[in-house]
Structures are given as structure tokens and as C-alpha cells.
């Protein structure tokens, strides 16, 4: 079995945390100990005393995680930016080295960890590293998130070749807001020569703002490749 996921995408606000949270309730559902973690997020609400990340606690919500959200979502900035000029305009410095803990621990207390990244592969968390160096560094396999709109295509096989160039495991994509048997799964598959492991069409049940999840699990029970994602190999 392999020890995790990293959920990427081609784009920010492609479907990454509704997709990160029903592999991992899904899992749940079907007995494995799964933990969820949102390693660097920005755009975060002040609630109370505490800024929180939306994605965070979605994915707590969703996952039925009993994990602090310290630990799933160690690093939070308020401005709605990439993490390194979020970080500017605080005065914040990132540091990477709560994250490594922070997936230590939740390593210790799970079977299995599924990391939602930021925005795309190379989006920089700090000075020296970028999304796709986070996945390296856990050493997980990543399955990518595209939405179907006019451009997919080219966002999706420019996250392949990045992923590639960079020796990451690409265990196949889920193509998001897109029905099944339509023709972009099959040239996406043909040009990445990776697996489509599944299309979730639009639901006006979901929304990670209301943490609503619509029928998502029971849609990912019947839909979605999860055995693939879990065992171990490509
Ligand atoms: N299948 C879907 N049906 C309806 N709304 C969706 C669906 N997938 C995502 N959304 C909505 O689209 C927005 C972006 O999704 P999100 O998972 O937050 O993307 P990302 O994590 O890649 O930024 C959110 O408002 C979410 O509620
Ligand atoms: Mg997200």
C-alpha cells in the first residue's frame, strides 16, 4: 500500500479540495485510517482569535478528522496570494520545517495521508521551494486535478511534463465539472499517457465555502479508480 496521496492540480480552484476530502472520506468509508492535511494555505479567515484555512477545514469535515487543524494545516497567510509574496506582504517568514513535522506526526497517527498541495506544481512556498519540491519531499505519489474548460488540455500536459521533469510519481488525473463519456478523457489519456481515474460532473451540492459535500462519497464509491490510487505502484 502506498503511505499517501498528494492531490496537484493544473490550476488553482480546479476542484482539488473537493476531490483531496472525498478520497479521503471515501477511504474512511471503506475502513482504511486516513488523515488530511493542507500543508501551506493562503486566503485564510480570521475566526475568533485564530486565522483558519477554508480548504482545512473541509477537509476535516469531510474526512471526519479529529486531527487539530495546526497539525493538518500548519502554515496559514491571510492574503489571497501565492505563499511567498502572501508571506512578503506579512512579514512572515515560511517556515517548511513545521510542515515536515506536522506530516511526521500525522504519518504516525495514520495508515494513509492525503496532502491537497497549493494552487499548481510550481507555485513557490518559499525562497527554495515549490509545490512539486513538497511532493518530492514526502516522497507521495500525486494524482492531478483538471476542470474541463477551453485550455484544459494544455494545462493538463504542462502539469504532466512538469511532474515528469521532476521525477514525480503521477499515479493518473481526475478531470473535474465534466460528465463521463465525453471526448477530452480520451485525448488526455492519449497525449499524457497517464489514467483517467475518473470525470465528477458539476454538483450544486458541493461547496467547500459551506463545507457541503453533496453525494460525493457515494459518488466516488461507484466512480472512481480509489484501489489504484492506494496500492502500491504507478
Ligand atoms: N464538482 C463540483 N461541483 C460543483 N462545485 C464544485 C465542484 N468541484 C469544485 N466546486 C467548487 O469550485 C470551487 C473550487 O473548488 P476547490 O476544490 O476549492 O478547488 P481548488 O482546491 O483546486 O482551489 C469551490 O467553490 C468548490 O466548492
Ligand atoms: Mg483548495
Redesign the pocket.
Known amino acids: 500500500m502506498e503511505k499517501g496521496i498528494f492531490v496537484t ?1 493544473s ?9 483531496a476530502g472525498a478520497l479521503a472520506a471515501t477511504m474512511k468509508a471503506q475502513g482504511l485510517n486516513v488523515g488530511v492535511m493542507k500543508p501551506v494555505s493562503t486566503g485564510a479567515r480570521k475566526i475568533g482569535e485564530k486565522f483558519v484555512s477554508e ?1 482545512a477545514r473541509y477537509l476535516k469535515e469531510i474526512a471526519g478528522s479529529v486531527d487539530e487543524l495546526d497539525l493538518i494545516n500548519p502554515i496559514r497567510l491571510e492574503p489571497p496570494l501565492a505563499p511567498t509574496l502572501a508571506a512578503r506582504k506579512t512579514g512572515i517568514t515560511i517556515k517548511l520545517e513545521k510542515v515536515w513535522s506536522a506530516f511526521k506526526e500525522l504519518q504516525s497517527r495514520h495508515d494513509f495521508l492525503v496532502v ?1 498541495g497549493i494552487g499548481g506544481l510550481m507555485v513557490p512556498i518559499d525562497e527554495d521551494h515549490f509545490v512539486a519540491d513538497m511532493a518530492s519531499k514526502m516522497d507521495l505519489p500525486i494524482v492531478i ?1 483538471c476542470k474541463y474548460y477551453l485550455g484544459a488540455i494544455n494545462h493538463t500536459l504542462l502539469t504532466v511534463e512538469c511532474a515528469k521533469s521532476r521525477n514525480l510519481r503521477i499515479k493518473g488525473l481526475i478531470i ?2 465534466l460528465d463521463k463519456e465525453n471526448e477530452v478523457v480520451t485525448e488526455i489519456e492519449k497525449f499524457s499517457h497517464f489514467p483517467v481515474l475518473g470525470t ?5 451540492n ?4 459551506n463545507c457541503t459535500f453533496g453525494n460525493i462519497v457515494e459518488y466516488f464509491k461507484q466512480e472512481i479508480n480509489i484501489l489504484r490510487i492506494i496500492k502500491k505502484g504507478i
Open positions: 492540480g490550476d488553482t480552484g480546479v476542484g482539488k479540495t473537493v476531490i480548504d491537497e486535478v473535474n465539472m465528477i460532473p458539476p454538483n450544486k458541493i461547496s467547500v465555502a
